[in-house]
């Protein structure tokens, strides 16, 4: 069955330090892999997607993602966090299931941002 | 901009109440998704609809329906409410189906 695994449920980083959330994925097929964003009291935003071609991408808000087929992760990644990216991250991977097309989420990564 | 809006962002229900959760999207897409979020379970997809008048089981159905009369409107419905349901609720629409545009979500507490 596909899934997806975030192994940190919880992560905190000093403003100005990089930063890196970890998501691992179970597909056979060639995933379509994306990461979401969610404010306190808010509904989900796409940060970035990854189809096909370039393993990295670049999403909005000065994050990144790899693709590593061989290790069947897709890491998101920013170089200096700001207090305003304290949210929580949602990696998901696209799937086919019974004929329909559906994404499934892993379980979130809450960041804390301290000055 | 896609926007998805939800009737309500919090809502008090009874236990065993009929609970209706309205969900609009403006941006004409064809696909359309209801999930619930619980803390250290993440986003479980309930039901989602393909067309108008169309609707497919998600993961964890039991306990739900959905209606969708008109392609901008989804409604997911709680026949008779249970402690359990207390829970957000999140809509996505997607013309693409893996790409998905979320609603604020309605928090709703069944007491």
């Known amino acids: 069955a596909q899934s997806v695994t975030q192994p940190d449920i919880h992560i905190t980083v000093s403003e100005g330090a990089s930063l890196e959330l970890r998501c691992n994925y179970s597909?056979?097929?060639?995933?379509?892999l994306f990461w979401y964003v969610q404010s306190p009291g808010q509904g989900l935003q796409l940060l970035l997607k990854?189809?096909?071609?370039?393993?990295l991408v670049q999403g909005i808000k000065g994050f990144e993602a790899e693709f590593k087929r061989s290790q069947s992760s897709f890491n998101l990644r920013k170089p200096s966090v700001h207090w305003s990216d304290a949210a929580e991250y949602f990696c998901?991977?696209?799937?086919?299931?019974?004929?329909?097309?559906?994404?499934?989420f892993g379980t979130g990564t809450k960041l804390q941002v301290i000055p | 901009d896609v926007k998805v809006t939800q009737s309500s962002r919090y809502l008090v229900k009874r236990t065993g109440e009929k609970v209706f959760l309205e969900c609009v999207q403006d941006?004409?897409?064809?696909?359309m998704f209801w999930y619930r979020q619980d803390p250290g379970l993440g986003l479980r997809l309930i039901y989602f609809?393909?067309?108008?008048?169309?609707?497919e089981k998600g993961d964890i159905p039991e306990g739900y329906s959905v209606s969708r009369e008109k392609k901008e409107r989804f409604s997911l419905i709680l026949e008779s409410a249970s402690t359990n349901q207390t829970s957000m609720y999140l809509c996505?629409?997607?013309?693409?189906?893996?790409?998905?545009?979320f609603g604020p979500g309605t928090r709703l507490t069944v007491t």
């Open positions: 996505a629409s997607s013309f693409d189906t893996y790409e998905q545009y």
């Open positions: 990854y189809f096909s071609g370039d393993t």
């Open positions: 941006m004409d897409h064809e696909n």
């Open positions: 609809s393909y067309d108008v008048k169309m609707k």
């Open positions: 998901a991977v696209g799937r086919s299931s019974g004929g329909y097309q559906k994404v499934t």
């Open positions: 597909y056979g097929a060639t995933p379509y």
